[in-house]
Antibody, heavy 117, light 112 residues
Framework: EVQLVESGGGLVQPGRSLRLSCAGS????????MHWVRQVPGKGLEWVAGILWHGWIGYADSVRGRFIISRDNVKNSLYLQMNSLRPEDTALYYC???????????WGQGTLVTVSS | DAVMTQSPLSLPVTLGQPASISCRSSQSLVYSDGNTYLNWFHQRPGQSPRHLIYEVSKRDSGVPDRFSGSGSGTDFTLRISRVEAEDVGVYFC?????????FGQGTKLEIK
């Protein structure tokens, strides 16, 4: 069974940094594209960043230059280094993996990030 | 970026009746390999999104056949042939053709 477990969320002041982690199990980690998607509670979904199995990376305009996505295929883990955090980055952050090109088949339960002074 | 526009945003439906959700993209979602990476998700309150349909019309394993997807290019539709109580929640379309991936705003389906 595929499992994705996010961690690292919490309350952080504006301008500070936070690093999210996502531990994957039940699948061959290095064969899949992995993504971060966020959702303000009660609102819509926003794709944040993605990293393909071979390391190609993409970011949403709203986080480019501030967030860094990375993966460790040995540890079966995905990361999101979030710098220069803003109140508008407050959201539930989901880790997701594809099953086929262009989809987001499996999702974790999310980790909540709150940016506030 | 490909802007995804869903309609309606709210969809009250009587149990057993059909429902339809539209998703339009600001640009063609046909990829260079000829495939169209348009997905549909269902999210119940307090839960993570569940993937329903990929490549416009292909249902994931375990998704009831009352769900169907159709469309091409920039216009897509999710249909539920007979709405059941468990179908309530928010439905999102998402394109995976262009980076960044982008989602529609969501359509909230409720029972009348």
């Amino acid at each position: 069974e595929v499992q994705l477990v996010e961690s690292g969320g919490g309350l952080v002041q504006p301008g500070r940094s936070l690093r999210l982690s996502c531990a994957g199990s039940g699948f061959t980690f290095d064969e899949n594209a992995m993504h971060w998607v966020r959702q303000v509670p009660g609102k819509g979904l926003e794709w944040v960043a993605g990293i393909l199995w071979h390391g190609w990376i993409g970011y949403a305009d709203s986080v480019r230059g501030r967030f860094i996505i990375s993966r460790d295929n040995v540890k079966n883990s995905l990361y999101l280094q979030m710098n220069s955090l803003r109140p508008e980055d407050t959201a539930l952050y989901y880790c997701g993996k594809d099953m086929r090109p262009g989809d987001l088949y499996s999702w974790g339960q999310g980790t909540l990030v709150t940016v506030s002074s | 970026d490909a802007v995804m526009t869903q309609s309606p945003l709210s969809l009250p439906v009587t149990l057993g009746q059909p429902a339809s959700i539209s998703c339009r993209s600001s640009q063609s979602l046909v990829y260079s390999d000829g495939n169209t990476y348009l997905n549909w998700f269902h999210q119940r309150p307090g839960q993570s999104p569940r993937h329903l349909i990929y490549e416009v019309s292909k249902r994931d394993s375990g998704v009831p056949d009352r769900f169907s997807g159709s469309g091409s290019g920039t216009d897509f539709t999710l249909r539920i042939s007979r709405v059941e109580a468990e179908d309530v929640g928010v439905y999102f379309c998402m394109q995976g053709t262009h980076w960044p991936y982008t989602f529609g705003q969501g359509t909230k389906l409720e029972i009348k």
